[in-house]
């Protein structure tokens, strides 16, 4: 563990604000990319990212220094990215992914930005479970070891969650029409 980590982590416990806050300048930007990937709303991002520091710090006395701080803030935060999927979940009405008039079809041509914002569109139709392993693996890049680690689940129950939400996440896009409508071919 970084030595500064230590330092902060320390006099974090023994009861000094400022040095949980060096903390939280230090991390509050990864902590923020990492939270973009659960949700596309600034104004929501900023609220995972404070409940992120909110839990870590009630949580940092359960810190035990094996790994870095870093790796252990991010387990806090894919869970409580987690939580808000489940919770939406739980009171979304599932929306139209692309919807058109009828008269023309969206342009072929998009941004990334656009693409991006398609794919997250995608995800969210899935279950959070599925979005949570295709999130880790395809964007934050961890393999499904690490996925296993960082959620808890079997190596096995992961790559089995892949499998079915690459599934899942095909047939939605397919049933709405997505590639087409965007002028994407098989």
Not at 2 to 10: G, H, K, N, Q, S
Not at 24 to 30: E, F, H, P, S
Not at 72 to 90: E, M, N, S
Not at 168 to 174: G, Q
């Amino acid at each position: 563990m970084d030595d500064t980590d230590a330092r902060d982590i320390a006099a974090s416990l023994a009861g000094d604000e400022r040095a949980f806050a060096a903390l939280v300048a230090r991390y509050q930007n990864r902590v923020g990319r990492l939270m973009w990937r659960f949700t596309r709303n600034h104004d929501e991002q900023q609220a995972l990212v404070q409940d992120v520091f909110v839990e870590g710090f009630f949580s940092l006395r359960n810190f035990r220094g094996e790994g870095t701080f870093w790796s252990w803030l991010q387990k806090i935060a894919i869970r409580v990215g987690y939580a808000y999927w489940r919770r939406r979940a739980r009171g979304r009405a599932h929306m139209a992914i692309v919807e058109t008039d009828g008269t023309e079809p969206p342009a072929p041509e998009m941004t990334s930005a656009q693409a991006a914002d398609v794919l997250h569109a995608l995800l969210n139709r899935l279950p959070p479970d599925d979005r949570l392993v295709l999130t880790l693996h395809y964007f934050e890049q961890y393999s499904m070891k690490e996925i296993s680690e960082k959620t808890g689940w079997s190596p096995e129950a992961v790559k089995m969650r892949a499998m079915r939400a690459r599934r899942r996440l095909k047939a939605i896009a397919e049933r709405e029409h997505v590639l087409e409508a965007l002028g994407w071919t098989r």
